[in-house]
């Protein structure tokens, strides 16, 4: 099912330019059912493509000033901590069959994509509840004490997440952003992405060495597609309804979520 596969990472492209979220969501998902990976080739891989397309659509954002550099290397900096510790320690120490016996087998891929689809489970109840909410605009934000703790436990924590399962955390980041900061949405969604984007290539820097030489050509494509649909979302924000996207995106990524725990759960 290659040409779904690239349809649906054009579609990831156009996810991020429109709400600067969603891009590794559906990522992983597309490179493990699209493309055969399996979960360890996929989340590794996904690290590349969303961190140049994110990169790409943080430069974009930069060119309006709707980037905080400030704030993405105070909320970057632990991130990087976690994608460390987490790709480094963790997953390492995993063995690739869990638990074996009575019928059951659970594998580390197995476990690795679960994860995935219960954060993808939280991550559209975040963009539903941030639907239905009103947005926050400008205002004066500081960062005290408090909160500079709170942005560095964020950052650990989505550092965390995309090491594990390969998702650059944007449905954690901008609500740190506006809820903490309050930043307007813009500015959250412009420094979401500078953010994403350092974490994701972090993250696959660090785990260059597994990377598959003929996984290179399916990448690039992939990444020119997600640039492609970056630059559409880029069009298609100024001219779509916030609220009702983020509600419509949170729904398909509910269902999407919902496949694959279904899915893994048969092949226990």
């Known amino acids: 099912m290659p040409i779904l596969g690239y349809i649906a990472s054009f579609l990831m492209g156009t996810s991020f330019g429109l709400i600067g979220a969603g891009g590794s969501i ?23 493509v ?64 679960s994860v995935f689809a219960i954060i993808m489970g939280f991550s559209s109840w975040a963009m539903i509840r941030s639907s239905s909410s009103s947005s926050i605009e400008s205002s004066p934000f500081e960062l005290n004490p408090m909160n500079f703790l709170r942005i560095g436990f964020k950052g650990l924590i989505v550092g965390a997440i995309t090491g594990f399962v390969g998702a650059g955390g944007g449905f954690l980041i901008i609500p740190a952003l506006v809820l903490l900061l309050k930043f307007p949405i813009k500015l959250a ?9 350092g ?6 820097a660090i785990s260059f060495p597994s990377v598959q030489t003929e996984d290179y050509p399916l990448l690039l494509t992939i990444c020119i597609l997600g640039i492609g649909g970056m630059f559409l979302g ?3 924000s100024s001219k779509t309804n916030e609220r009702y996207l983020k509600r419509g995106f949170g729904y398909f990524v509910f269902l999407i979520a919902s496949f694959i725990l279904w899915d893994q759960g048969l092949r226990l």
Do not use: C, E, W
């Open 26 to 48: 559906l990522m992983v998902p597309i490179l493990f059912y699209f493309f055969g990976q399996d979960a360890m080739r996929a989340t590794t891989n996904s690290l590349f």
């Open 199 to 204: 974490n994701s290539l972090f993250g696959f």
């Open 189 to 197: 969604v412009g420094t979401s992405l500078a953010i994403i984007a």
């Open 234 to 236: 880029q069009i298609l």
């Open 50 to 113: 969303v961190g140049v397309t994110a990169f790409i659509g943080a430069l974009l954002k930069a060119r309006s000033g709707n980037i905080n550099v400030r704030i993405g290397i105070l909320f970057a900096l632990p991130s990087f901590v976690g994608i460390y510790v987490t790709r480094h320690f963790i997953l390492t120490s995993i063995p690739d069959i869990l638990i074996a016996g009575f019928g059951v087998t659970i594998t580390k891929s197995l476990l690795v994509m």
